[in-house]
Nanobody
């Protein structure tokens, strides 16, 4: 699976921004999709998950502000980010995890920088 993320940008605090990640090379609908982020000097953290069934899970720090969604017809996963804070500044990575296989394959997209600053 190849993952191509897009949406790099500079956003003011309180603003909104969205990321997208297009997958190719594997049945997209069979992968759980995730967004991770890594701030400078910090470990990569899981931000949001959407399963093949559409169940979503968020890290506490983004609950109520971020929304992950997927469009299986377009092989795309999205991350809508609202009420952005400076601490949301990070490189964001999309991730695909197969739901079959032993072990299940995991794929990463290239990072895309989101900077929240006035």
């Amino acid at each position: 699976v190849q993952l191509q993320a897009s949406g790099e940008g500079l956003v003011q605090p309180g603003g909104s921004w969205s990321l997208s990640c297009v997958a190719s090379g594997s049945p997209f609908s069979r992968n759980n999709m995730r967004w991770y982020r890594q701030a400078s000097g910090k470990q990569r953290e899981l931000v949001a998950t959407i399963t093949i069934g559409g169940t979503t899970v968020y890290v506490d720090s983004v609950k109520g502000r971020f929304t992950i969604s997927r469009d299986n017809a377009k092989n795309t996963v999205y991350l809508q980010m609202n009420s952005l804070k400076p601490e949301d500044t990070a490189v964001y990575y999309c991730n695909a995890a197969a739901t079959a296989g032993s072990p299940p394959a995991i794929y990463w997209g290239q990072g895309t920088q989101v900077t929240v600053s006035s």
